[in-house]
């Protein structure tokens, strides 16, 4: 069970002007469920993207940046998503791109536009060819359930192994104008991004200067997706696309350093790290929220290297499981994490409000009834101090638990 996370409520979602949202059954791999989605997008919307490191990236991921490069160019403005669910179309080769290229072609038919003016992304098993032809049979319910309200449903459509959709929303006041952000995402096994999560997609009304998008994109993954890990393992279809509709009628953001550029930037952030903070509380098998806070670093990259490392580690993750404060592998993982000159004996060690470590030994107040009293919680927060500098880095992460293994062993059956 997911760890205190609801579906969302779909009077919450609110809708953005210039998206609407269509979901159809396809049956890319099972019959019965709504497995494809359309967003489309009025002309004049701009579009963001960031995409998995992992090398060995999918067909869709390929085809979108490409064509959020022909975008960036002035060539052609997006105007539709496509997003499948139950095959990732990676390791698929020439043919995976082959399709991919098919199915924003088909779409693009349909809807006038140019091929190039569509995104595809999908997700699934791995190494298995896309059913194109279901996608393409599909598409035209898709279109005919086009509205502005169908974010939820759209959440439920992207799914794999997530056990709850995965959506939020705010508005703020810009300029004088109401502002809306809305955004979906889906993942709950293979999230150790390098960029962002599975799939994310985030829109808002707020007219913004395009070439800020980008920039605006990078911050708001680097601070929410960017942060989360239940696995260790970056998937090969990794996406967070970012769309501006430019329709609130704010005074256009010139600057993200603006006041109205930070307000923008902030109702982004809240909605993408509830997103990120919903795929940690739906880790494949998860039974409890980790909070991984490591400060008094030199630099923010080393602080994420300690906290990816306790976020990482399977003997952390499965002692969180079973309860047990073996928090020694807490300070062994610090310990490999990679951070030069590492002074030991100035660490600080709290598991919420018990201090556990002083100075790098164990603290004289501190009593294993204590520490397991909160290893028992579902949500705890892992405080390191390591007392060299001024920087912060957080982390979210899960624990590991028998239902993790069950989960993947049976992933294809």
Known sequence: MPVHLSPPNPADL??????????????????NRRDLVVVALDDGATVAGVFTQNRFCAAPVQVCRAHLEQAAAGLAGIRALVINTGNANAGTGADGLARARQTCTALAGLM????????????????????????????PAALADLAPGHWAEAASGIMTTDTVPKAASRRVRIGGREVTVTG???????????????????????????????????????????????DGDTSTNDSFVLIATHQAGNPCIEALDSEDGRLLQEAVQAVAQQLAQAIVRDGE??????TVDVLGGRTEAECKLAAYAIAHSPLVKTAFFASDPNLGRILAAVGYAGIDDLDQNLIDLHLDDVHVVREGGRHPDYREADGQRVMKQSEITVQVHLHRGPA??????????????????????
């Open 14 to 31: 609110h809708p953005v002007a210039g998206v609407r949202i269509g979901v159809a059954m396809a049956g890319v791999r099972k019959a």
């Open 112 to 139: 006038g536009v140019a091929p190039a003016q569509v995104l595809p992304f999908s997700t699934g098993v791995i190494m298995e060819t896309l059913p194109v032809d279901r996608i393409e049979a599909g598409l």
């Open 184 to 230: 979906i995402a889906k993942g709950a096994g293979m999230i150790r991004p390098n960029m962002a999560t599975m799939l994310g997609f985030v829109a808002t009304d707020a007219a913004i200067a395009p070439t800020l998008l980008q920039p605006l994109l990078r911050e708001v993954a680097d601070a929410s997706f960017n942060r989360i890990t239940i």
């Open 285 to 290: 098998g998860a039974t409890k929220f980790i």
């Open 392 to 413: 912060r880095a957080t982390v979210w992460t899960c624990d590991l638990s028998h239902d993790y293994v069950s989960i993947n062993a049976d992933y294809r059956s």
